[in-house]
């Protein structure tokens, strides 16, 4: 009887720590900080990619026969494949910090969206922009707009995330700084 009493209560108690939000502020700093150091890493490689394939498609709306620089193109789609990569393991890793902001599986959602146009859609206009067919910029467009919106969606619902565990845990931050 004293092993159920003893038993139930230990159960009671596990359940309640697992229930609350982690509060230790070098833990949450160094979640935070990881997800956001990741981001902030990778992002030029990523922007310049898709700066350099919305130059190309606008350059394709102009004239159809628009010289893009392939190379290039193909250069910037494998460093950021080699990056986001790089940047989901390290998110993957980490342990979800507070299950009511998830701001691990928003960041995830992100960086996977990424790896989903790198592996299809990139690929893909890049071709399009190689192929002697006409109407590429329709084309590429058709492929490219949606998964940019796509990425979009998910970077604000990341930054949402990121936005509310600050907001939460900007004591807690702050204090470890």
Do not use: W
Request: glycine share 2%.
């Amino acid at each position: 009887m004293k092993n159920s009493i003893l038993f139930i209560t230990l159960l009671f108690f596990s359940l309640l720590s697992c229930a609350r939000p982690q509060t230790d502020p070098k833990q949450a700093f160094e979640f935070y900080n990881t997800i956001n150091n990741q981001l902030e890493q990778y992002k030029p490689i990523q922007q310049k990619l898709i700066d350099k394939l919305t130059t190309a498609l606008i350059a394709l709306k102009e004239d159809d026969n628009a010289k893009i620089d392939i190379q290039e193109l193909s250069d910037l789609l494998e460093q950021s494949r080699t990056v986001c990569i790089q940047e989901q393991k390290i998110v993957e890793n980490l342990t979800e910090f507070d299950n009511g902001i998830n701001l691990k599986q928003k960041a995830l959602s992100y960086i996977q969206t990424f790896h989903q146009s790198y592996q299809n859609e990139i690929p893909a206009s890049i071709r399009i922009f190689s192929d002697n067919e006409g109407n590429k910029f329709e084309r590429a467009k058709n492929i490219l707009l949606p998964i940019f919106r796509l990425i979009k969606e998910r970077e604000i619902e990341m930054n949402i995330a990121l936005g509310d565990f600050e907001n939460k845990y900007e004591n807690l931050v702050h204090q470890s700084e």
